[in-house]
Each structure stands twice: as C-alpha cells, then as structure tokens.
C-alpha cells in the first residue's frame, strides 16, 4: 500500500446532447457525444482511520455547493469501491483541489467520482478490473464512467453507457462560466414542462453520424452544424441572462457556442488555437472569467506516486 495517490480528471462537455421524453423511472434517455477537455480536478487520497474530505479551488470557483461530507460524491465513491470489495475497515482522507467549474454542466463532481475510484483502487492495491469500475461508476452518476475514460465517445442510456469514438480533431474551447449556478434536476424538469406545454418536442435521441464521421476525419469547421444540445432551450428559459452572455460570445466570432450539458457554462469553439487567445484576450479585457482548453484529452491519469 503506497501512502498517497493523486489522480487527475478532466471536464466533460456534450458536443451533442439529444434528450427524450422522461421514462416512467423518472430518467431521460440520452444520445450524447462527450468530449473531455483540459481542465481538470486533482484528486489525492491517503490512508486514513475515517472518511475525510477537504476541498480547495482555482481562483473563480465558488465552492459553496460543494459538500464537505459524507455527502460528496468523492465519498460515496470510495466508500463503494471498498464496499465491492467486501474492505469496510479500509478508509482514505480525499483531498480535491478543483479546476473544473463547480454547478458548471461540466461534470466536475463526475470527475471527483472517477479520480477516487482509481486513486483508492491504487492506494490500497484492490486491483479492481476495468468491468467493475466503469460498473461501480455507472450507479454513482450518469457522466462518472466517461470521466475514467476521457477522449470521446458516445453515451446513451441514462449517458453512462459509454463506447469510445475515433476524434482526431484539435478543438480549442474558450470556457466561459456563470457565478450563479443552475441545477440539472430543474432544468430537467423545465425541460419535462415546456415539452408538456407544447413548447419543445421531444424524440427518442439519436446521434447524427455526420458528426461522428467529421470527428473522425478531424474537421472542426464542417462539424459545427451537428452541434446541439437539447436542454439548452429550457436552461435558456430559465435563463435569459445565459442568453445575453451567448449573444455576447458570438460577437468574437467562434465557430460555434455551446451551452455546457445543464449550464450555465457556456463554450466557444475555435478551430485555431491562435484566434481562441485573441477571443481569450479580449474577455480578459472585458474583466471576464473563462479558461482556454484544449480538447479532446485522456481520462483519469495518475499524476503522483509517493
């Protein structure tokens, strides 16, 4: 047993999000596109006698909404990985020190999650096949499993089934995000409203294979038009002060904005990385807060051994 691990996790965008209408279980089903992208959440564990958890941030993430309990998902995470391995004596103190948006639509929590799968799998030696975490991940959030594997790759069901996608472009993200978070449930159940008011149309999602073939031969430009997210209407309407900051985005001439998964981070995307720093330069100009990535990137990764 080594007497810490640090394992890195990277944000999640949805390239595509189509949403259908909610099943009887209360979930949606899903037909999404991940990209994962170059911010990131550092996770480290070491033994400990209980559980702990301790959170620290970059400047410009508010980590109000974050638990410091046992309610973390961190938590859960490590406290499952054990638990399927029948080690309840087993426990880690987690430190997060997160990059990545928190209450952003970009699966910060997710990635939390999946660091300390793999960070407390290799603390304590468990070994645990690739099968069981992408299982364990599942149960503890629909984006977690995506967030162990990174690059891209399509996920349907509930968005935790995942299968890896060819993606040999070069995306450069300006990642624009709000200090007023938006719940997912409630944009969700926005979402549910305006379909039963007639405002919106839901269909059984399907990924357009258009996208997938420009991914695949690594054209930026002629993929724009496949990008789409299907809860961005209803996080619109709940919303319309994303809609001034979209309009705003527009203005330095991306190739294309999108809203992050629920919101209310906002992406634009720029084919060359050169014209991405100028639109970065000109929103730090403007005294506005945003990080330029780079996508697509790996998955979780252990960065520390000691």
Same mark, same amino acid.
């Given at each position: 047993?080594?007497?810490?691990?640090?394992?890195?996790?990277?944000?999640?965008?949805?390239?595509?999000?189509? &949403?259908? #209408? @909610?099943?009887?279980?209360?979930?949606?089903?899903?037909?999404? *596109?991940?990209?994962? +992208? =170059? %911010?990131?959440?550092?996770?480290?564990?070491?033994?400990?006698?209980?559980?702990?958890?301790?959170?620290?941030?970059?400047?410009?993430?508010?980590?109000?909404?974050?638990?410091?309990?046992?309610?973390?998902?961190?938590?859960?995470?490590?406290?499952?990985?054990?638990?399927?391995?029948?080690?309840?004596?087993?426990?880690?103190?987690?430190?997060?020190?997160?990059?990545?948006?928190?209450?952003?639509?970009?699966?910060?929590?997710?990635?939390?999650?999946?660091?300390?799968?793999?960070?407390?799998?290799?603390?304590?030696?468990?070994?645990?096949?690739?099968?069981?975490?992408?299982?364990?991940?599942?149960?503890?959030?629909?984006?977690?499993?995506?967030?162990?594997?990174?690059?891209?790759?399509?996920?349907?069901?509930?968005?935790?089934? &995942?299968? #890896? @996608?060819?993606?040999?472009?070069?995306?450069?993200?300006?990642? *624009?995000?709000?200090? +007023? =978070? %938006?719940?997912?449930?409630?944009?969700?159940?926005?979402?549910?409203?305006?379909?039963?008011?007639?405002?919106?149309?839901?269909?059984?999602?399907?990924?357009?294979?258009?996208?997938?073939?420009?991914?695949?031969?690594?054209?930026?430009?002629?993929?724009?038009?496949?990008?789409?997210?299907?809860?961005?209407?209803?996080?619109?309407?709940?919303?319309?002060?994303?809609?001034?900051?979209?309009?705003?985005?527009?203005?330095?001439?991306?190739?294309?904005?999108?809203?992050?998964?629920?919101?209310?981070?906002?992406?634009?995307?720029?084919?060359?990385?050169?014209?991405?720093?100028?639109?970065?330069?000109?929103?730090?100009?403007?005294?506005?807060?945003?990080?330029?990535?780079?996508?697509?990137?790996?998955?979780?990764?252990?960065?520390?051994?000691?």
């Amino acid at each position: 047993m080594t007497q810490a691990v640090t394992v890195r996790a990277p944000a999640k965008i949805n390239l595509y999000l189509g &949403v259908g #209408p @909610v099943r009887e279980d209360g979930f949606h089903p899903l037909a999404t *596109v991940y990209q994962a +992208i =170059g %911010l990131y959440d550092d996770v480290t564990v070491t033994p400990a006698e209980q559980w702990e958890i301790h959170t620290v941030a970059d400047a410009g993430i508010d980590l109000a909404a974050v638990p410091d309990d046992e309610d973390n998902i961190a938590i859960r995470a490590g406290k499952a990985l054990v638990a399927h391995h029948h080690r309840p004596e087993l426990a880690a103190h987690v430190e997060i020190h997160k990059g990545i948006p928190v209450a952003g639509g970009m699966g910060g929590g997710s990635a939390d999650a999946a660091a300390t799968l793999v960070a407390v799998d290799r603390l304590f030696d468990l070994n645990t096949s690739d099968d069981d975490l992408l299982a364990i991940a599942a149960e503890l959030g629909s984006d977690v499993p995506f967030a162990l594997i990174g690059g891209t790759a399509i996920g349907t069901g509930r968005g935790e089934i &995942v299968e #890896p @996608v060819v993606d040999t472009t070069q995306c450069w993200w300006v990642v *624009v995000p709000h200090e +007023i =978070g %938006l719940s997912t449930p409630l944009v969700y159940k926005h979402f549910d409203m305006m379909v039963a008011e007639e405002l919106l149309e839901a269909f059984q999602p399907a990924i357009p294979q258009s996208l997938l073939g420009d991914l695949a031969t690594g054209d930026v430009l002629t993929l724009t038009p496949d990008l789409e997210n299907d809860l961005a209407a209803a996080a619109y309407d709940l919303r319309p002060d994303l809609v001034e900051l979209r309009e705003r985005l527009e203005r330095l001439w991306p190739d294309a904005v999108l809203l992050s998964g629920s919101g209310p981070t906002q992406l634009a995307l720029f084919a060359d990385r050169d014209a991405a720093r100028i639109a970065a330069g000109t929103l730090s100009q403007e005294g506005l807060t945003h990080w330029l990535a780079p996508g697509p990137v790996a998955g979780c990764t252990v960065i520390d051994y000691s």
